[in-house]
């Protein structure tokens, strides 16, 4: 009776015709040195200033358009989820492997050092100076960025609508309005007096918004918080 073939045990003897195990190894470990030396490459000019942004030339053929963004396009979102665009230098995080390995493989593809990566994140996951969702970008050129990779948790569906309420004075004020009028109209008829007329809810609403705008005051000022308009490429906590 023939035994059957082992295929690993074939494929092991042809290898072991060319090369010994010892060769093997060392290539291996040639082959994942220079990939350790590559990715430490990148990380370090991820964490290097790059002023003004460069331009990656990028062979345009090569690229996905839907992961192409205008430095516009990105501003908006920045604006309505409270979210700041800064440099990878700022990012206080790891960067996962999954993304150096994009990296790697663009660089390859493309045949080019690439450089200037910025991050779209909330400001919590930045280190920013005195004065839940990353994507990671690289520049193309004519402010247009091309996004490399997406990790991480996506953001609360109400963040969103709680931006919105600092996306500008504007809507702070208009916030403050609306919360003023609903504090005052949940007081009880008849607290101040037996029928509460038109004028009273006024005065109400009048004392509720001063203290609305005092709490909303302080806290602004107390923690150094500004508008998304202003903070979306700031990389100053207090800006």
Known sequence: MLSRTNIEDQLRK?????TTSEDVLKEVYAI?????KREDAIIARMKSPQKPTPRNQFDIDLLDADRIYHVDQIR????????????????????????LNEIKQ????????????????PSK???LEDKDDPLLFAPIGNGYFYLIHKWGNDLNPFRKAWAWC???FENLILTTLVVSGLLAYMIPNGLFSNDTTSVEYLLIFFFTFKSVASIVLYYSFATGKNFNVAIWNSKYFNA
């Open 125 to 127: 996951l930045f280190k």
């Open 32 to 36: 994942l040195a220079e990939d350790n």
């Open 14 to 18: 042809v290898r072991n015709k060319a």
């Open 76 to 99: 908006k979102i920045c604006v309505d989820y409270r979210l700041r665009f800064l440099d990878t230098k700022y990012f206080k995080n790891e960067i996962p492997q999954e993304a």
């Open 166 to 168: 600092v996306k500008s």
């Open 106 to 121: 663009l660089e390859k593809d493309h045949q080019m050092t690439m450089s200037g990566f910025k991050i779209v994140a």
